[in-house]
Nanobody, 128 residues
């Protein structure tokens, strides 16, 4: 079964850190770019980061640049999103996704329609 299984969400205080994981099964994740999206209540799904499949080029939305780091471990068939200096406005459901024929760099803004396989989503809540 082709799927992405996410883990690592939760409740943290402002200024804290979390790492989200996205484990692929049923397919090789290294054949795909990995995107991370988030959706807050009442808002559209926002593409916040992406990592290319070939050379590891990355994209970050301005809202997370300098605080979040996307990575991948092809040996583990898993992608990660390290989130530091978290703010209350980072509160959302976070989704990982896999997409082919994508090159992620500063000139690319991830669109949900570019990604065909999605994780189940994980809640991240930043609150004191």
């Amino acid at each position: 079964q082709v799927q992405l299984v996410q883990s690592g969400g939760g409740l943290v205080q402002p200024g804290g850190s979390l790492t989200l994981s996205c484990a692929a099964s049923g397919f090789r994740l290294d054949y795909y770019a990995i995107g991370w999206f988030r959706q807050a209540p009442g808002k559209e799904r926002e593409g916040i980061s992406c990592i290319s499949r070939v050379d590891g080029a990355t994209y970050y939305a301005d809202s997370v640049k300098g605080r979040f780091t996307i990575s991948r471990d092809n040996a583990k068939n898993t992608g990660y999103l390290q989130m530091n200096s978290l703010k209350p406005e980072d509160t959302a459901v976070y989704y990982c996704a896999a997409g082919d024929a994508l090159y992620c760099d500063s000139g690319y803004s991830p669109s949900p329609t570019d990604f065909g396989t999605w994780g189940q989503g994980t809640q991240v809540t930043i609150s004191s």
